[in-house]
């Protein structure tokens, strides 16, 4: 198999550093750069040092032509506004995109749309395989429990340092519901109760979100029927699971026509 070298952005970070072990460790998987912002002090250091590993020669630039100039693939766990400049690089190049970061408007998913014309994109809320899984399940339960009598919710933690609320994966969530009910989960979304708020909105999609600690991500969804309640959960131990579902993505990637593709496609769950 033809090695596939792989580009990180962010490569200083936690998930970054995640992402260099979780490529040194997959076979056909090669680091080819990693990139960070202006001023960064990682700026210069060896990506294999960084991640606790030995060095690998590949080290950390603010150039974008220096980071990606041999990559295949690009991972990209950052924020919003980085990730549709990379977006347009990878297009531009012809470099699959393997997309984790969330809390992004719909302005940034149209231009991670358009990009989708000229490259491969793999985006997904989350990147786990278990977590996958779990919203397939949800999509059924829904289908399966009538949202006359089974509320709905969602309930997520994480660290104290995570910014976007609710997160992508529990939005990712939301949406496999709603996708099980045949409604639109914008229109019946709620994301904030506060105050008197009467009587919870028959079909509703509730929202609740946690932030503390270290918590890497807990995700349950809660479907309360009359005298008895179905949970479905998933929590995350080790943000290794991210990681290594992104290369498994930017693998199955690999000489894909462009286009826009999800976790779904990668697993083979896609309907």
Sequence with gaps: MDTMRIAIVGAGGRMGRNLVRAIAETDGAELAGGLEREGSPQIGADCGVLAGLEPNGVTVTASMDEAFGAADA?????????TVVTAG???????????????????????????????????????????????????????????????????????????????????????????GRGIDLEKNAVRVRDGHTGARQTGSIGFATLRGGS??????????????????????EDRMIFARGAVKAALWAKGREPGLYSM??????AR
């Design 74 to 82: 690009i991972l990209d766990f950052t924020a919003p506004a980085a």
């Design 89 to 179: 690089h990878a297009a531009d190049n012809g470099i699959v995109h393997v997309i984790g970061t969330t809390g992004m408007s719909a302005d940034d998913d149209a231009v991670i749309a358009e990009a989708a014309k000229k490259t491969a994109i793999v985006k997904s809320g989350n990147m786990s395989m278990g977590v996958i899984l779990l919203s397939v399940l949800v999509e059924e339960a829904a289908r399966a429990l009538e949202a006359a009598d089974w509320d709905l919710e969602v309930l997520e933690m994480h660290h104290r340092h995570k910014v976007d609320a609710p997160s992508g994966t529990a939005l990712m969530l939301g949406a496999a519901a709603a996708k």
């Design 215 to 236: 918590v890497v991500g807990d995700h349950s969804v809660i479907l309360a029927g009359p005298g008895e309640r179905v949970t479905l959960s998933h929590h995350a």
């Design 264 to 269: 779904y496609d990668v697993l083979g769950l």
